[in-house]
């Protein structure tokens, strides 16, 4: 690691606003690919071409997350209107969450909504500035099926027309609630090119990160080293540990969240070698940049992130900093389109710097 890739603007980036993609191509996977397969040079594909890179025996892993409609509005026993976030399950319908106007959400507030629903706050967290909600139910209701009824999906802000995108922001695989953004880099995937993938002899797996709302917050020290990473709820399945352990080609993982969950769980269970990974169940909080060497991922799909952002950090782990932005300048140039509805990004291990 360099002094360079150790400074928060050496990140740092101009993207042209007509290039922040503001819906997903149709179909999914007629999104641009830039694959980068080598130090020196990169391809200009289509996500559908992603076969041809793929070989049987390579395993591929995702995140199954699905993203929840985490934004809800209700309004204090004043009539006062006020806005709440879910951030984070911590036990049976309590929530750590973001409250607005949220100076005058203290401990003991009511905050009724409708559907015959309220929470009182029980407390504040320092660590985001939030409060802890207990959510009070009717008898029979379930939670999450409220939720879907009255809550919003938490779309990014650079997002403007959301009201028909809610089922365009969840992968085809989405299977375990709990995110309040998407896994990104999933969403480039159709269920018939899964199958495709599946059987020209690609494995497929999964493991489950919920994606938190401090994976868009922005790093805000010059000296990267000195960020510290929020956690994130983790949970790395026995079916997906065995083939890890048995794969016969290369571990590619589907998005930064991927890479967190594998190795985020590494670090925290300390392995030096595959072989040594178990189960995991639990929270990561793990900041890759360059100079990290991996233990598990070799390769990874990824879309392209904003600028000085841990995400971009991450990235550049693998291929290099000063690669990753040149690359970047590339796709300005070629007006690939950014963010979440953007085009994706493929890092082939032979690409490692």
């Known amino acids: 690691m360099t002094q360079l890739?150790?400074?928060?603007?050496?990140?740092?980036?101009?993207?042209?606003?007509?290039?922040?993609?503001?819906?997903?191509?149709?179909?999914?996977?007629?999104?641009r690919l830039m694959v980068v397969d080598s130090p020196i040079s990169y391809a200009d594909q289509k996500f559908y071409d992603l076969p041809q890179w793929l070989r049987s025996g390579d395993l591929l892993i995702l995140n199954d997350t699905k993203v929840i409609p985490a934004r809800l509005y209700g309004h204090k026993a004043s009539g006062a209107a006020v806005e709440i976030l879910l951030l984070e399950q911590l036990a049976l319908n309590c929530w750590l969450a973001l409250v607005k106007p949220g100076k005058k959400i203290a401990p003991g507030s009511l905050i009724n909504f409708d559907g015959g629903v309220s929470a009182q706050v029980l407390?504040?967290?320092?660590?985001?500035?939030?409060?802890?909600?207990?959510?009070?139910?009717?008898?029979?209701?379930?939670?999450?099926?409220?939720?879907?009824?009255?809550?919003?999906?938490?779309?990014?802000?650079?997002?403007?027309?959301?009201?028909?995108?809610?089922?365009?922001?969840?992968?085809?695989?989405?299977?375990?609630?709990?995110?309040?953004?998407?896994?990104?880099?999933?969403?480039?995937?159709?269920?018939?090119?899964?199958?495709?993938?599946?059987?020209?002899?690609?494995?497929?797996?999964?493991?489950?990160?919920?994606?938190?709302?401090?994976?868009?917050?922005?790093?805000?020290?010059?000296?990267?080293?000195?960020?510290?990473?929020?956690?994130?709820?983790?949970?790395?399945?026995?079916?997906?540990?065995?083939?890890?352990?048995?794969?016969?080609?290369?571990?590619?993982?589907?998005?930064?969240?991927?890479?967190?969950?594998?190795?985020?769980?590494?670090?925290?269970q300390k392995i030096e070698t595959i072989d040594q990974l178990k189960p995991f169940t639990g929270k990561v909080d793990i900041f890759i940049y360059p100079g990290y060497r991996t233990k598990i991922v070799e390769g990874m799909i990824t879309n392209f992130h904003l600028p000085c952002s841990s995400l971009?950090?991450?990235?550049?782990?693998?291929?290099?900093?000063?690669?990753?932005?040149?690359?970047y300048q590339e796709a300005i140039i070629k007006e690939y389109r950014f963010y979440s509805f953007g085009d994706a990004m493929l890092i082939l291990p032979s690409a490692a710097c």
């Open 123 to 268: 407390a504040r967290d320092e660590a985001t500035n939030g409060r802890v909600l207990q959510f009070i139910l009717t008898e029979g209701l379930n939670f999450y099926s409220w939720l879907e009824e009255q809550g919003k999906i938490p779309f990014p802000p650079y997002l403007k027309n959301v009201d028909a995108l809610t089922k365009e922001y969840q992968t085809v695989y989405a299977n375990v609630q709990g995110a309040v953004a998407a896994p990104t880099a999933g969403l480039h995937f159709t269920a018939e090119l899964l199958q495709q993938l599946k059987q020209m002899g690609v494995k497929i797996a999964y493991v489950t990160l919920h994606v938190g709302i401090g994976t868009f917050r922005p790093v805000e020290v010059e000296d990267i080293t000195d960020h510290k990473m929020h956690q994130e709820w983790a949970f790395l399945p026995f079916e997906t540990v065995e083939a890890i352990k048995t794969r016969q080609g290369r571990i590619i993982a589907v998005g930064t969240t991927t890479v967190r969950t594998l190795e985020g769980v590494a670090q925290a």
């Open 312 to 327: 971009l950090m991450l990235v550049s782990a693998f291929i290099g900093r000063e690669r990753l932005m040149q690359l």
């Open 5 to 31: 890739d150790q400074n928060l603007t050496s990140y740092d980036y101009h993207l042209p606003a007509n290039l922040i993609a503001q819906s997903p191509a149709q179909p999914r996977d007629h999104s």
